[in-house]
Nanobody, 111 residues
Framework: QVELVESGGGLVQPGGSLRLSCVVS????????MGWYRQAPGKERELVAH???????NYADSVKGRFTITRDNAKRTVYLQMNSLKPEDTAVYYC?????WGQGTQVTVSS
């Protein structure tokens, strides 16, 4: 069975940084594209960043230049480095591949 487990969320002040991790099992990780999504209260889930198996990346305009998605195929893990965080980045962040989702990790940006 496919399992995605996120970690690394928390409370951070504006301008701070966090790194999210998502460990994947049950699929051949290196062959699969991965994505990070987020959902803020009262809003729809949105794509934040995406990385292909060939390591091509793309980002939502709202996070370009601040967030970086990377992957470590040996560890079956995808990361989201988030810098210069803003209050509007507050959301539950989810890891995704195909139809599979993690349980989410809460990121709160507040002073």
């Amino acid at each position: 069975q496919v399992e995605l487990v996120e970690s690394g969320g928390g409370l951070v002040q504006p301008g701070g940084s966090l790194r999210l991790s998502c460990v994947v099992s049950g699929i051949i990780f290196r062959f699969n594209a991965m994505g990070w999504y987020r959902q803020a209260p009262g809003k729809e889930r949105e794509l934040v960043a995406h990385i292909t198996s060939g390591v091509t990346t793309n980002y939502a305009d709202s996070v370009k230049g601040r967030f970086t998605i990377t992957r470590d195929n040996a560890k079956r893990t995808v990361y989201l480095q988030m810098n210069s965080l803003k209050p509007e980045d507050t959301a539950v962040y989810y890891c995704n591949t195909h139809e599979y989702w993690g349980q989410g990790t809460q990121v709160t940006v507040s002073s």
